[in-house]
């Protein structure tokens, strides 16, 4: 049996090339939308921040950035404005955006199978043990987004730039 799973893709693993995982990942929706609201976060002293200066820095097309200021204007992640000195900031400060908000805004459930949030979608769902798995694996990635804010995120990206600067070659 098959199991379906949202933006789903194969991947080579190891040293034998028979050997295939399937995986499951964000589409570029969740992940462009993380880093357009990371830049915000990085930025905030800018705001109103317009949208073209974020698509340069995050090198995304403006369309695109486009694209996803609608459903997290609408999730009360970020706002905007128009006009001269127009932009786009974050509606509330970075540690209160947890990275659980911004998926279910942009992705919709991460849920890995459908069965995890619909049981009556598959008639065995209360005597299936792979369900469980899924169940699991579903709140454990849950929790993790649940306890990462932009904030979290912000913190991560200044230590890697900090230890690029560092960095000398000989």
């Known amino acids: 049996m098959t199991i379906l799973v949202p933006y789903d893709i194969l991947y080579h693993v190891g040293h034998n090339s028979q050997q295939l995982v399937r995986i499951m990942k964000l589409s570029t929706k969740g992940r462009y939308g993380t880093r357009l609201l990371l830049d ?6 800018e705001a109103p921040i317009p949208l073209k200066d974020v698509a340069r820095r995050q090198q995304i097309s403006l369309q695109y ?7 997290l204007t609408a999730a009360g992640l970020v706002r905007t404005s128009r006009g001269p000195g127009g932009g786009v900031w974050l509606a509330k400060p970075p540690h209160q ?3 659980s908000e911004v998926i279910a805004a942009l992705e919709g459930s991460i849920a890995p199978v459908e069965c995890i ?4 979608t598959c008639t065995r769902s209360e005597s299936c043990a792979p369900r469980d798995f899924w169940d699991e694996l579903n709140r454990a990635m849950n929790e993790v987004l ?3 804010t932009l904030e979290d995120l912000g913190e991560r990206q200044k230590r890697k730039e900090q230890t690029e600067e560092g960095m000398y070659y000989i």
């Open 40 to 45: 915000l976060a990085l930025h905030q002293d």
């Open 65 to 71: 950035m486009e694209h996803l200021v609608a459903p």
């Open 117 to 120: 949030n619909n049981p009556e």
């Open 146 to 148: 649940e306890s990462t």
């Open 97 to 99: 955006i947890k990275l």
